[in-house]
């Protein structure tokens, strides 16, 4: 029970590692949303696990180690975590191109979130650096759908 109580905050710190690991400009935009496609899965798969207050902490964890607005990152994952748990009895037994379509939906509002509010501020980013993320995470995506399930029934089984 110890190990399986330290897999999804583990989970979530190698997500926030990867999402403020330095890299080239270039190669910065082409980086999935680590931390967003982490709580688009446990929101949908497991929500007992996670809460709206995870989502919040980890938003402004995120807001405060990439220098951008305080509560940008916050707001974007709280939205987008209440739209999926509103649905998640339904997402979850749809077939998985169905369900696929659905993340990248909330992807898509949780990118359009953070360029509105870049927008409401005054901060020019570029439509490239909100697009390839959600390209990038969309590739990801059917790794960690694939690979997270056996890791939990795995870490069950070892108990």
């Known amino acids: 029970m110890v190990k399986r109580n330290f897999l999804i905050p583990s989970l979530f710190l190698v997500a926030i590692f990867l999402s403020i690991l330095p ?4 190669l910065k935009s082409f980086l999935p949303e680590w931390v967003p496609l982490l709580v688009l899965f446990f929101s949908v798969m497991n929500p007992e696990r996670v809460s709206i ?14 220098g951008s607005l305080l509560g940008q990152h916050a707001l974007a994952l709280v939205i987008v975590f209440s739209i999926c748990i509103k649905f998640h009895l339904i997402v979850r ?7 696929n379509t659905f993340i990248i939906l909330m992807l898509i509002i949780y990118e359009f979130i953070l ?11 570029p439509i490239a650096e909100r697009i390839f ?6 590739l990801v995506w059917p790794v960690i759908l694939r690979w997270l399930p056996a890791l939990k029934d795995d870490a069950g089984n070892r108990e």
């Open 133 to 138: 993320p959600i390209i990038s995470s969309i």
């Open 23 to 26: 890299f080239p400009a270039t």
């Open 93 to 99: 037994v749809f077939p998985i191109w169905q369900l």
């Open 115 to 125: 360029f509105w509010i870049d927008g409401a501020v005054g901060n020019n980013v």
């Open 53 to 66: 207050f995870l989502a919040l902490i980890l938003g402004l964890i995120l807001d405060s180690l990439s």
